[in-house]
């Protein structure tokens, strides 16, 4: 069993709002430390959501990140045909030694 | 601005080694962990390792230690990724990523643009 379990594609009309879960299922899980990335076709994974819930700068309010549990959830309100992209949940484990990602979800906007 | 760039795509038959380059600027080059992330077509991602470019102190994951080894050149402020024992699985694409904080064993912030790295005969 994985340590990060995402849903393997959610979907959403322009305009909506959609979650994606991340299932955190160890704790060996450094606390508050949760990551989100992009991935849109053909480039590299770009850094949406750190520590569960923060934005770097640049990173529009329409995405946010939050923790229930012991799951994190990516939000994403507003959505965009632009939105269309792989997700992907990414921590290091409580020794921060080894690095781990979820198998990532594939958005798309209908 | 922070920017990573790899080098270029490689093609190598099964058995051979690879080395992949990733070149920083706009920034203390050796203030930021590197970590190396691979992509399979159609895949998801994968974590490699990480090394601390200061030190030369490295962390590799399980599956491919003994196979791969990280490297940096403090000189010219590029950190290096060679995987050997190359198979046809290995094919993918190959990211080097730096933390999001200086100094500490951190999680991704920034991304270079990838390196194909394709094992055929």
Not at chain 1, 11 to 27: E, H, L, R
């Amino acid at each position: 069993q994985s340590v990060l379990t995402q849903p393997p594609s959610v979907s959403a009309a322009p305009g909506q709002k959609v979650t994606i879960s991340c299932s955190v299922n160890t704790s060996n899980i450094r606390n508050n430390y949760v990551f989100w990335y992009q991935q849109l076709p053909g480039t590299a994974p770009k850094l949406l959501i750190y520590d569960y819930d923060k934005r770097p700068s640049g990173i529009p309010d329409r995405f946010s990140g939050s923790k229930s549990g012991t799951s994190a959830t990516l939000g994403i309100t507003g959505l965009q045909t632009g939105d269309e992209a792989d997700y992907y949940c990414g921590t290091l484990d409580s020794g921060l030694r080894v690095g781990v990602f979820g198998g990532g979800t594939k958005l798309t906007v209908l | 601005q922070v920017q990573l760039v790899q080098s270029g795509a490689e093609v190598k038959k099964p058995g051979a080694s690879v080395k992949v380059s990733c070149k920083a600027s706009g920034y203390a080059f050796t203030a930021y962990y590197i970590h190396w992330v691979r992509q399979a077509p159609g895949q998801g991602l994968e974590w490699m390792g990480w090394i601390n470019p200061n030190s030369g102190g490295t962390y590799y994951a399980q599956q491919f230690q003994g196979r791969v080894a990280m490297t940096r050149d403090t000189a010219i402020n590029t950190a290096h990724m060679e995987l050997s024992s190359l198979r046809s699985d290995d094919t993918a694409v190959y990211y080097c990523a730096r933390a999001r904080v200086r100094g500490l064993i951190d999680f991704i912030g920034q991304w270079g643009q990838g390196t194909l790295v394709t094992v055929s005969s």
